[in-house]
């Protein structure tokens, strides 16, 4: 798969659930030898790079209301940016507001929605990945989320030299 650079839209979470999925992101990372990230659900991505983005946050963030997310699992993969994750319901708030972006930033690109926030981007056996899974519990049903960023990455992102090269484009707060 060729690799080529993206703005990967995110909706970050708030208050509490941020600080709980940071805590967890920051010390797989450092049991791991893994790299620190920004906990975030990928709403779409853009190979779009001529100046959409900001056009983009900005209608999503005067459309769209903060969301709240309905927790389903954690969840494992071989992908890297998937090694360990939780899962969220897609409601149809978090639908409307894929749409919004993708109109805005006038993309067709084919990205499929599928609700996650990554807790680890490492290679790890499979073992260790069902281990991880099992033994962390989201301590809610339901995770705030109030902020969209647009993130300047490789895509696919594929190691923590890719994850470090990661930039902010922009940053919009959800006010609907």
Partial sequence: MARRIVIAYWLIPAGPAYSFFQGIINDLARRYD???FE?????HVDANLVGGAEEALSSAANECQPIELKVRDVGHSDVFTKTLYVEFALS?????LNRVIRDAAHDASGYELKPHLSLLYKTVS???R?????SINVP?????????????CVSPTQSRVDVEAWRVVTTQQLAG
Avoid: G, N, Q, Y
């Fill in 34 to 36: 893994a790299p620190v």
């Fill in 140 to 152: 809610f049903s339901e995770a705030a989320f109030d902020r969209l960023k647009a993130v300047r």
């Fill in 39 to 43: 906990p975030h659900v990928t709403i």
């Fill in 92 to 96: 149809s708030k978090m639908r409307r």
């Fill in 126 to 128: 499979i073992a260790a």
């Fill in 130 to 134: 069902c281990e991880l899974a099992a």
